[in-house]
């Protein structure tokens, strides 16, 4: 069963408008972290957000917010002000519990979501 | 300053080769990660080093080989390469915490990506 599922293969959205990328999970595990990344056309991998399963609040980091709903587990990136410069697909990942010591953040990663900002 | 680099950012060559990708992180992380992000853009792990010592093995073929020498180097070597091997090969590092209940990594920095095509 996957473990991440991306369920947009794409998405478009206006400058300036936000934007909303889904991203559900499935683990049994209590202790997690959620991260979205950024992989632009050039092919780097960048950070966006993180977000514990045990954060009271929802990360923000800028422009990006995660809509963590811990009980429907989904971790949603919502982008507000879309710029030409967010066009890139964009990674929802999942680290599991690290108890023992032996996972050391390994991470799940989803299919990914192009997202297409128009001018 | 960059923070994760890889060499070479191209590789081209012929089945049956053995090659090497080298990988170093300046972020004083404990932790290193090679990834494989195959065609249809989806990413996987392989392995993880820390303090130099092996923490995951996905299934990988034992073509496959990392060796890390120090904290801040995380090396693949290739056998015997085949066509399914074509892919991007991701470096990336995370510091990590030791906590009584277990080991917690932080977010993953990624280093600009290897693409290899073996024909």
């Known amino acids: 069963a996957q473990k991440i599922t991306q369920t947009q293969p794409g998405m478009f959205v206006q400058e300036k408008e936000a934007v909303t990328l889904d991203c559900t999970y499935d683990?049994?595990?209590?202790?997690?972290?959620l991260f979205w990344y950024k992989q632009p056309s050039s092919g780097e991998m960048i950070f966006l957000i993180y977000?514990?399963?045990?954060?009271?609040q929802n990360a923000t980091e800028g422009r990006y917010s995660l809509n963590f709903q811990k009980a429907r587990k989904s971790a949603n990136l919502v982008i507000s002000a879309s710029q030409l410069g967010d066009s890139a697909m964009y990674f929802c990942?999942?680290?599991?519990?690290?108890?023992?010591?032996?996972?050391?953040?390994?991470?799940?990663f989803g299919q990914g979501t192009i997202l297409t900002v128009h001018p | 300053d960059t923070a994760v680099s890889q060499t070479p950012k191209y590789l081209v060559t012929q089945m049956g080769n053995d090659k090497s990708i080298k990988c170093e992180q300046n972020?004083?992380?404990?932790?290193m990660y090679w990834y494989k992000q195959d065609s249809k853009k989806f990413l996987k792990i392989m392995f993880s080093?820390?303090?130099?010592?092996?923490?995951i093995n996905e299934t990988v073929p034992n073509r496959f080989s990392p060796k890390s020498p120090d904290k801040a180097h995380l090396n693949l070597h290739i056998n015997s390469l085949e066509l399914g091997d074509s892919a991007v090969y991701f470096c990336?590092?995370?510091?990590?915490?030791?906590?009584?209940?277990?080991?917690?990594?932080?977010?993953?920095?990624f280093g600009p990506g290897t693409r290899l095509t073996v024909t």
């Open positions: 972020l004083g992380h404990d932790t």
């Open positions: 683990t049994s595990d209590p202790s997690y972290g």
């Open positions: 990336a590092s995370s510091r990590v915490s030791y906590e009584s209940s277990g080991v917690f990594s932080y977010e993953q920095y």
């Open positions: 977000q514990g399963s045990y954060d009271q």
């Open positions: 990942a999942m680290r599991e519990s690290n108890a023992g010591g032996t996972s050391y953040g390994k991470l799940t």
């Open positions: 080093y820390n303090n130099k010592e092996l923490i």
